[in-house]
């Protein structure tokens, strides 16, 4: 069955630092796979998405991830942190045959100043 | 500007009420989704809609239900019978070829 795993539920790094949240996932064939943010209260965002080709994809709020076929992961990335990318992170997997996406379970994210 | 638009924000329901949750969408999105939001469990499918007049059972759909008569609308009702219906509720829509969802701002029922 397809899944999304993101195994760290909370992380906690200081303004300026550089992030990475965790990503991997199960599927027989690869998949369509996007990061989504959500601040408290709100919708979830779209940051990114892969389909197929360059496997480093940029986002928007100065975002990366980048797909590793190997690893079945797709861990997203900032360089450098700022106080207002405190939110919840969200991984997902998109089977190529269907319209339904598959989430994960998040990553609470919290920046310290 | 096109998006998706889910009323109202917040909700109080006495125990034993139905209530219905709107979800609205200008996108001309052909699907449309309902997802149950709590802490630590992520986004959880209840329903979800493909095209005008059908749709199908998520993960969680029991205690719930849906209609889909036009195109750009996708209701909600949660039914007595859900039995801790407390959550945030998120909408969703996306078109063919699954290039994403569009989430709309949520709704959080509290059962009083």
């Known amino acids: 069955a397809q899944s999304v795993t993101q195994p760290d539920i909370h992380i906690t790094v200081s303004e300026g630092a550089s992030l990475e949240l965790r990503c991997n996932y199960s599927?027989?064939?690869?998949?369509?796979l996007f990061w989504y943010v959500q601040s408290p209260g709100q919708g979830l965002q779209l940051l990114l998405k892969?389909?197929?080709?360059?496997?480093l994809v940029q986002g928007i709020k100065g975002f990366e991830a980048e797909f590793k076929r190997s690893q079945s992961s797709f861990n997203l990335r900032k360089p450098s942190v700022h106080w207002s990318d405190a939110a919840e992170y969200f991984c997902a997997v998109g089977p190529y045959n269907t319209d339904k996406l598959i989430f994960g379970t998040g990553t609470r994210l919290q920046v310290f100043p | 500007d096109g998006g998706i638009t889910q009323s109202p924000k917040y909700l109080f329901r006495k125990e034993g009420q139905n209530v219905t949750l709107s979800c609205e969408q200008n996108l001309n999105h052909d699907a449309m989704y309902w997802y149950r939001q709590d802490p630590g469990q992520g986004l959880r499918l209840i329903y979800y809609?493909?095209?005008?007049?059908?749709?199908q059972k998520g993960d969680i759909a029991e205690g719930y239900s849906v209609s889909r008569e036009k195109k750009e609308s996708f209701p909600l009702t949660v039914t007595s019978a859900q039995k801790n219906p407390t959550a945030f509720y998120l909408c969703a829509s996306s078109s063919k070829g699954l290039r994403g969802y569009t989430f709309g701002s949520g709704t959080r029922l509290t059962v009083v």
């Open positions: 599927y027989g064939a690869t998949p369509y």
């Open positions: 809609s493909q095209i005008v007049n059908d749709f």
């Open positions: 892969y389909f197929s080709g360059d496997t």
